[in-house]
Each structure stands twice: as C-alpha cells, then as structure tokens.
Nanobody, 115 residues
Framework: QVQLVESGGGLVQPGGSLRLSCAAS????????MAWYRQAPGEQRRLAAV???????NYAESVKGRFTISRDNANNTVYLQMNSLKPEDTAVYYC?????????WGQGTQVTVSS
C-alpha cells in the first residue's frame, strides 16, 4: 500500500512558476513508476510527466521545455517544477505511483493560472 499526498498548488499569473510535491508513504526507490497527471474541467485525466525507476523521463508535448519532473529518494518525494505557466495549464494535478502491478493516486492539488 502506497499513500501519496500532493502539495504546492495554487493561483499563479501567466508566465509564473509553481513546484508541486508528492510525498509517498513508502520508499519510492522501490516504486516502478512515478507520474504526474492533470485533469482540466470537463476533460479526461492526462499524463503530464513520468519518471521510472531507471531514471528515464518522459513528458507530454504540451509541457515539454516548461515542466521538470524529479525524484528525491532520500525524502520519498517526487516534484513537478512548472515554469512559464499558461492558462491552459489550469487543472487538478494528481500524483500516481505504480508498484507491483497496482496504481496508487493522491487526492490532487488545484493549479489555476489566471491574471
């Protein structure tokens, strides 16, 4: 069982930055995949960024060059650094862990990009 708690969301102006954190209840070194998804109102939840245990990273095209995913194994935390934010980045951001064939989700954190 893995519990995930996201934090760091909020209201930011276009062009601004936020850093989201996802704190895991267990050692993330042993978790196969950690990812950030986002869900805008009326839309499906979509992958934003993923990092696997080998260190390989992948991003959605819409966030490439602006978002950076990273993991801190010592603190069991995964981060999503979001720069040059746009209004279309407004969504609830969810952290997901995939471990031993099971997906675990956090409760989500709201990110609103607006002037």
């Amino acid at each position: 069982q893995v519990q995930l708690v996201e934090s760091g969301g909020g209201l930011v102006q276009p062009g601004g930055s936020l850093r989201l954190s996802c704190a895991a209840s267990s050692n993330i070194f042993s978790i196969d995949v950690m990812a950030w998804y986002r869900q805008a109102p009326g839309e499906q939840r979509r992958l934003a960024a993923v990092i696997i245990s080998s260190g390989h990273i992948n991003y959605a095209e819409s966030v490439k060059g602006r978002f950076t995913i990273s993991r801190d194994n010592a603190n069991n935390t995964v981060y999503l650094q979001m720069n040059s934010l746009k209004p279309e980045d407004t969504a609830v951001y969810y952290c997901k862990a995939h471990s031993r064939g099971t997906d675990y989700w956090g409760q989500g954190t709201q990110v609103t990009v607006s002037s």
